[in-house]
Antibody
Framework: QVQLQESGPGLLKPSQTLSLTCTVS??????????WSWIRQPAGKGLECIGR???????KYNPSLGSRVSISVDTSKNQFFLKLTSVTAADAAVYYC???????????????WGQGTTVTVS | DIQMTQSPSSLSVSVGDRVTITCRTS??????LNWYRQKPGKAPQLLVY???ILQSGVPSRFSGSKSGTDFTLTISSVQPEDFATYYC?????????FGQGTKVE
């Protein structure tokens, strides 16, 4: 079965760049019809979609993050990545990578999630 | 962005109770509405997709329905593992957005 695992620094200073990696195991990142996504959740709060990427296509981002965010993929390593520049305390959260279905009848349903990684900005 | 209004924000129930959670969207989203359960310290788990289709492996006590821009998640008989927070999510337009959550305690 497909599994996702986030990795990256857990502590950042304000103005630094957050860089996270999601490693996909159990299947190729290019097989099937899936969007590979990043979602975050501040402590005690709700979920926010950051963006998604479909291999071979341009990524889509949440406009609320402006030009600070970028998502990329390395199909040879079966990984995708999140970069968020100029972080502030408001970016502190648990960051999840997740797989979203791409077929119309299930479009956007996140059916596989990583365990999440906590990012602190201080 | 499509706004999601989820209600109630919390509810207190007992094992065996029937629970209904509602999500109202600010515009029509066809049936692109998904429901998740999140246990403390864990990632969310997909329960229902496309408004009413049960995800594989999810118990049949969960069901979803749609009426216009109102979507409902029903738990027919709450079990101990169902005490958690539930989220709706629209996947009709970018950015995909979640409701504020409903804590079942």
């Amino acid at each position: 079965q497909v599994q996702l695992q986030e990795s990256g620094p857990g502590l950042l200073k304000p103005s630094q760049t957050l860089s996270l990696t999601c490693t996909v195991s159990g299947d190729s990142i290019t097989s099937g019809n899936y969007y590979w996504s990043w979602i975050r959740q501040p402590a005690g709060k709700g979920l926010e979609c950051i963006g998604r990427i479909y291999p071979g296509e341009s990524p889509k981002y949440n406009p609320s993050l402006g030009s600070r965010v970028s998502i990329s993929v390395d199909t040879s390593k079966n990984q995708f990545f999140l970069k968020l520049t100029s972080v502030t305390a408001a970016d502190a959260a648990v960051y999840y990578c997740a797989r979203a279905r791409g077929e119309w009848e299930r479009l956007g349903a996140f059916d596989v999630w990583g365990q999440g990684t906590t990012v602190t900005v201080s | 962005d499509i706004q999601m209004t989820q209600s109630p924000s919390s509810l207190s129930v007992s094992v065996g109770d029937r629970v209904t959670i509602t999500c109202r969207t600010s515009q029509t989203i066809s049936s692109h509405l998904n429901w998740y359960r999140q246990k403390p310290g864990k990632a969310p788990q997909l329960l229902v997709y496309s408004a009413s289709i049960l995800q594989s492996g999810v118990p049949s006590r969960f069901s979803g329905s749609k009426s216009g821009t109102d979507f409902t998640l029903t738990i027919s008989s709450v079990q101990p593992e169902d005490f958690a927070t539930y989220y709706c999510q629209q996947s009709y337009s970018i950015p995909w957005t979640f409701g504020q959550g409903t804590k079942v305690e």
